[in-house]
């Protein structure tokens, strides 16, 4: 299959290389038994995130209809379909961190990153997340940055931290 027959010249020219790195999954799992999450995986690892044109070309490529590819990508945690940014921003709602003030911070980091929960910012820097227990209770709140830990998190040092990451 050509990447032309399925998108715009616009599309095939902008990621041409990825949608060529795609297809060399596809062929490697091509008659495998249950291709569909390994080269879900592998498209994710490409591009980023499953978007529409890349449901699309994996779904005329393994013979799948998209609904069922959309189906497994938001059904399983590990797929997103929109990019995520460089720094992935959580803070963890469990219990222990709750009550000890995690709400505020999130509240700090919708307003110094300008976005709010699950969006990603204009340059592809930050996306803020909320996730659930980190088990990290003894150091509630905190705050992730990618693999970065922050124990005993207050609001007031959510600027420093995020700082740190902008220059970086």
Known sequence: MSVSSVFSASAVTDNK???????????RYRGMEGPLVPVLHEAQEIFGALTLDVQKYISEALNVPVMQIYGVAT?????TLKPKGKCKVSVCMGTACYVRGAKKIQDKLVENLGIQVGE??????FTLEATRCVGACGLSPVLLVNDDV????????VPNIMDKYRKA
């Open 120 to 125: 990603t910012d204009k340059d592809g820097k």
């Open 150 to 157: 922050y124990g005993r998190t207050t609001p007031d040092i």
């Open 75 to 79: 059904f399983y945690s590990q797929f």
């Open 17 to 27: 290389e990825k949608f060529a790195k795609l297809q060399e999954v596809i062929e």
